[in-house]
C-alpha cells in the first residue's frame, strides 16, 4: 500500500501501464518537459523518452484525431485536454470518428483510446476552465465516460481504461486532485467500468452523485444523521455505462433519490437518473426524486463560484425536503 492523492495515482497506472505495454503511449499540450499543468505526467519523458511522452501543438482537434489513428494501428495512446472546457474543438473527432468506427466497421476495427482532462470548478481557475459538460459525452454512443472521485478508483479506473478496447474519456475532478489521500494497493489494480459503488449505507434517502459532489454528499449525510437522518451515498464512477441496477437497488431500499450534480441543471445527467428512476421505480418512491445542481448561467468567476456548485448546505436542504414530502 502506497499513500497517493488523486494526481499520484493517475500518474502510478500511466507508469504502470507504460511499463506492462510498449504500444501505451502519452500525448497533449505540455505532457512531456513540463509534466502537464497539474504535474499528472510527472517523470515519464525521463523514463520513456519522447517516443511515447509527446508534446503536442495547441490543437484539440489534431491530439484527438491524431490518437484515433494511433488507435486504429494498434497502439494505446492516452491524450490530455488541459481542461474540458477546451474538449469543443475535439467534439467532432470524438462524435464523428472515435466513437464510430467499431460500428461503422462492422466490428472489424476499434479504437483503443483514453482522453483525459480535469474537469468542474472550485480552485478559482479562469473562463472555459471550470467546465462540467460530462452529460453531453454521455450522450455519444461508442463513448464510455469515467469519472474517479478518490485516489484508489482513479488509479483502477485509469488502468482499465487503457486496456479497454474502445475510447473512453477519463474526467478528473481537479478540486480533488490534491484534496485528500487515501492507502492504495502497490501494483496492478483494476477497477471495473462501469460499476458504481455504495460509499455509505443509508436507509431513508439515496444521494447519487459523481466527481467532486462525492465528498460533499458524504459531508452531507452527516449532517442529516445528526438529525436521525440514514443517508446512504451512491458514486456512480462511471456515467455511461451508468450502473442503473446500483442506483435501484437503493432506490427499492430508501424510498427517495436525490441526485447531485456540478454541472448546468437542465440537460445534466441527473434528469436521466430521475427519468429512469420515475420509469422503473415510482412504486418504490414516497417523494418525487429531486436535484441539487449548478445553474443554467455560464460559470462564474472568483467572488462567485463557490455560489454556482452545490454546496453541504444546499444538499441538506433537499434532503429534508424530501424527508418531509
Known sequence: MS??????????????????????????????????????????????GEERVRDTPLAESGIVGVS??????????????????????????????????????????????????????????????????????????????VIPSTPKDAKGLMISSIRDPDPVVFLEPKKLYR????????????????????VKEGEDITLVGWGAMVPKMVKAADHAAKENISVEVVDL?????????TVHDSIRKTGRLLVVQEAHRTGGFASEIIARAADKELLSLKAPPKRSTGFDVPFPLYKMEDWAIPDVDRIVKKIRRLIEW
Open 237 to 245: 464512477r462511471t456515467i455511461y455505462p451508468y450502473d442503473e441496477e
Open 68 to 145: 484515433i489513428g494511433l488507435g486504429l494501428y494498434g497502439m494505446k495512446p492516452v491524450a490530455e485536454i488541459q481542461f474540458m472546457g477546451f474538449m469543443w474543438p475535439a467534439l467532432d473527432q470524438l462524435s464523428s470518428h472515435a466513437s464510430r468506427y467499431r460500428n461503422r466497421s462492422q466490428g472489424q476495427l476499434n479504437v483503443p483510446m483514453v482522453l483525459r482532462a480535469p474537469y468542474g470548478g472550485g480552485v478559482k481557475a479562469l473562463e472555459h476552465h471550470s467546465e462540467s459538460f460530462e452529460s453531453v459525452l454521455a450522450h455519444i454512443p461508442g463513448l464510455k465516460v
Open 179 to 198: 484534496a485528500f489521500k487515501q492507502d492504495v494497493p502497490d501494483g496492478e489494480l483494476v477497477e471495473e467500468i462501469g460499476e458504481a459503488r455504495v
Open 3 to 48: 499513500e497517493m492523492n488523486i494526481v499520484d495515482a493517475v500518474n502510478d497506472a500511466l507508469h504502470l501501464e507504460m511499463e506492462k505495454d510498449e504500444d501505451v503511449m502519452i500525448l497533449g499540450e505540455d505532457v512531456g518537459e513540463n509534466e502537464g499543468v497539474f504535474r499528472v505526467t510527472e517523470g515519464l519523458l525521463e523514463k520513456f
